[in-house]
């Protein structure tokens, strides 16, 4: 470790945050009578914004359409989708959308409004104790803080045989801003990320094959995980528990030889096999950080486990890669800052996620296996979308809600759904979870609007037993 002493900062500040996803959102009025930087050698707002949740969901909204448009005869309309303007989705996501708010938050802290805050846009890396050098050259600054918030979120992580082979391939960073739809992609991966852009560019017309190593979303409760495997290898062309031998780029596109010798060639390869912190490319070491392969080390309320004055929030510490995980940690550190002495921890229980792919899913709390594991009686209950009314006015037949409760307390130990609006119906468990309530009572101290969907739930806390 190099002693921050014998290194001369260009400039001091009380605070520097790392990163401007969630980690931009902590310098509000309170701050400001401290003297901040910010550093972002991207574009502002991170990966949700930019490349994650909010542009992969617009064009989620758009697949959803033409896929319902193309499946509606079943409802006994007779409708197609003629064309598909990729250019002009593209546009209206990033050109209209994403990255005027990009500009607009990076403006902003640039300007008048925040004249405490400095913008530093290059990458950094530690080269003492609270102390950063960012850019290269005579651009080159060095600064130091009294605290450090490192907020540099993950990056995709890409196998090893696909860098060697030198084939083009994309992640999720540049794939929605492709000049044109390809006719065929290949995706290697069979977790969310995956799943999201296999449904979106099948249903707009895309010819779309997964290479994945094991089952689809593995970490899906079982009742969840063999329908919607079951439902892909009727969409896609899956190769389940394949690996990647080699690639070669051609001409019109890329072939993949599998590991059982079989080859997938596709016009375009997009590489979906997980993130990665991205505190292995800050030089960590040099500040004292603790880390385990790039991801930072912190305590119950988000300080770094071996360096005084040093914060982590966001992919590039926590146990979730989720944004509203993100949010929840900066809110804590931001408290924790202002409030050294009466300090909040990390909020960490009952974090739900949601898979936009199709059938949508949601989930939060333990799988049954997981309720099990830990010694739970277990009550559980299946309940079809199909089984409500509202199920039948959209002829669901693939729709499930899994409800897992404690026999002994009608605690709620998990939900998971799979099917239309899941997203939105698993709120209604989150509640009940975060508020500790009895499931015996919940189903029938509330009103259910008829026909809704919601009573789908209504009907699987009703078939919950406890006898």
Not at 132 to 144: D, H, Y
Not at 294 to 319: H, K, M, N
Not at 388 to 397: F, I, K, L, N, P
Request: aromatic share 6%.
């Amino acid at each position: 470790m190099t002693s921050s002493a014998a290194i001369e900062a260009d400039k001091h500040y009380d605070l520097i945050i790392l990163g401007t996803g969630s980690g931009n959102s902590i310098p509000g009025p309170e701050f400001d009578g401290q003297s901040i930087a910010i550093i972002e050698k991207g574009a502002f707002g991170g990966t949700c914004l930019n490349v994650g949740c909010i542009p992969t969901k617009m064009y989620v909204y758009a697949a959803d359409v033409a896929l319902e448009t193309r499946e509606s005869a079943r409802l006994g309309i007779d409708a197609q989708v003629n064309s598909v303007d990729w250019p002009g989705i593209v546009s209206r996501v990033f050109e209209q959308r994403i990255d005027p708010i990009a500009r607009g938050g990076e403006e902003y802290r640039r300007g008048e409004q925040t004249p405490n805050i400095d913008v530093y846009d290059q990458h950094a890396r530690f080269v003492g104790e609270r102390t950063l050098r960012t850019g290269q050259g005579e651009e080159a600054k060095t600064i130091s803080a009294d605290q450090i918030v490192l907020a540099a979120g993950s990056r995709p992580f890409i196998p090893q045989e696909i860098i060697d082979s030198g084939v083009h391939y994309h992640t999720n960073e540049d794939i929605m801003r492709l000049a044109r739809q390809p006719k065929s992609i290949v995706i290697i991966g069979g977790g969310y990320i995956a799943m999201e852009f296999a449904h979106v560019f099948e249903a707009l017309g895309t010819k779309v094959t997964i290479l994945a190593r094991s089952e689809l979303m593995r970490h899906l409760d079982a009742d969840l995980r063999e329908p919607f495997n079951q439902l892909a290898t009727e969409r896609y062309d899956v190769r389940m528990g394949r690996t990647v031998a080699s690639a070669v780029q051609e001409s019109d596109g890329v072939v993949l030889t599998l590991d059982d010798g079989s080859t997938a060639s596709a016009e375009v390869l997009l590489v979906a096999t997980g993130r990665v912190p991205n505190g292995d490319q800050l030089d960590l070491q040099n500040a004292g950080i603790a880390s385990d392969d790039g991801q930072v080390s912190v305590d119950e309320y988000g300080r770094s486990t071996s360096a005084e004055g040093v914060w982590a929030l966001g992919d590039i510490s926590s146990p979730f890669q989720l944004k509203h995980v993100a949010n929840a940690e900066m809110r804590a550190v931001r408290h924790n800052l202002l409030n050294p002495k009466d300090m909040v921890k990390m909020p960490h229980e009952h974090v739900p996620a949601a898979v936009f792919t199709h059938p949508q899913i949601a989930y939060v709390g333990m799988t049954e296996e997981q309720a099990r594991e830990a010694g739970h009686d277990v009550t559980t209950k299946v309940q079809k979308y199909g089984d409500v009314a509202y199920g039948w006015a959209m002829e669901d037949g693939t729709g499930i809600a899994k409800l897992i409760a404690d026999r002994d307390t009608g605690k709620l130990l998990g939900a998971h759904y799979m099917g239309p609006q899941a997203s939105t119906l698993i709120q209604q468990m989150i509640t009940v979870m975060a508020f500790g309530l009895d499931v015996r009572e919940v189903a029938t101290k509330q009103y259910w609007i008829h026909p809704a969907l919601p009573e789908v739930t209504e009907n699987a806390l009703l078939g919950l037993d406890f006898s």
